[in-house]
């Protein structure tokens, strides 16, 4: 076997302390925040629905890096991981710097332009978080890249001790940029931006002197190879289309939310980052099935591909399933500490259960076997499939449900959840197939 138990573990437990204590870190963030107004949860969590469409672009390309780079040390060459690997982290700051580019120029039509009906204070503290976001994109692009880089050979603790460092600067620079210098979504925004910087440099250090199988000492010079960069695109491209058309439908489904009220955005804000929290396992361990999938089938080892996927998803269902039952037990208390008013708590307590619920049977089947499907090159099918059930279900029923049921914004709620459970199912069927072996192209 490729993989022995202890390298499983040395593997995964990290990644999921990692998204656990980012989670964590998410919700304090969100806390102190909070402090300020409900104007200013309002206003970052528009901007956050923005950074989570770059971001999946992001997480495209540092996607497609990683499954080249283990699919080449799945084959023993570690002279083509290292070319895959120097050429992710060129790709990446070119992309990122565009990326950032264009949303300087054109920040006010984004802005305005997706979210014109929300309240014009809502909407300025919007503007000036977009502002510390955007400028932050590259830095978080190589602390991605790099990161990715170590997991790919089997190194997630470096990773993990890299971006608890970072929470711990966001944690401290939020407290003294919010409570002692009361900045504000200013003082939010500048400790985000300053943690990435510091935290990408410093990872960037570690992989640049780094001695095993991945080393890009000669990073700087070592040129551009169209079949590398070919190689990498090739799965970047359709899970980046993937992941942006997703959520750009998010962001539509957003405007929704939006034109319920500033209570509807605070609470749905809310209940976004404590369910974020409890996907976090499953997310980490998503992760995980990409390093280990894209291995074996490097390899050329398909039923040890598909022994580690049944039994990492097993140990999904379980810390998952764990995180939301402690969800739906904690939703209140967890709400409260937001300090929003009694409607707010109400609504956001109850979306946070019913996610919970939902989480518990549908999320690893429709995320996790998707990742799967993905480190064995099947990037097309899992792309059309997200885009199918992303317009049918999240925005096509959020549009449907607002037009016919009088429940508010939890409506949006129940349409993604009719999305997760089409994705389970069509990908628990591809995965027990045989359609998606021998699809490596290296």
Known sequence: MLFDRKQLVKLI?????????????????????????????????????????????FAALVTGGTIVCTQYLGKREADMANLAAKHLLGISLL?????????????????????????????????????FSMVSYPFLMMLDSCGAIFRSMGNAALPFSVSFFM????????????????????GAGFATFLARAVSSAAIFLFLYHHKGAVRIQSFFGSGWHGFMVKNILKLAVP???????????????????TSYGTAAIAANAVALTISEFTHMPGFAIGLALITVVGRCVGAGEIQQARYYVKKITGVSFLVTGAAAVLSWIFAGPVVGFYQMNRETWELASEIVRWQAVACLFFWVPAFNISDALRAASDVRF??????????VFRVGCSTLFREILDIGVICVWFAMFLDWMFRAVVFLIRFHGSKWEGRMFL
């Not at 950032?100 to 503007?127: H, I, K, T």
């Not at 401290?172 to 979504?185: C, K, P, Q, T």
Request: aromatic share 10%; proline share 2%; glycine share 10%.
């Open 13 to 57: 437990v990290p990644l999921v302390c990692e998204q656990v204590i980012m989670g964590t870190i998410g919700i304090a963030d969100m806390l102190m925040v909070a402090s300020v107004g409900e104007t200013a949860i309002s206003g970052i969590s528009l901007i956050d629905s923005i950074n989570l469409l770059f971001n999946s672009m």
């Open 95 to 131: 992309f990122s710097l565009a990326v950032a580019g264009m949303c300087f120029l054109f920040r006010r039509m984004v802005v305005y332009g997706l979210y014109g009906s929300a309240e014009p204070e809502v909407l300025r503290q919007a503007m000036i978080y977009f502002c």
């Open 167 to 186: 929470s711990i600067i966001n944690i401290v620079l939020n407290a003294v940029f919010i409570f002692g210098l009361h900045w504000g979504v200013f």
């Open 239 to 257: 899970t980046g289309l993937e992941d942006s058309i997703f959520h750009i439908g998010k962001l539509l489904v957003q405007g929704i939310v």
């Open 382 to 391: 899992t792309m059309a499939v997200s885009m199918i059930s992303m317009w």
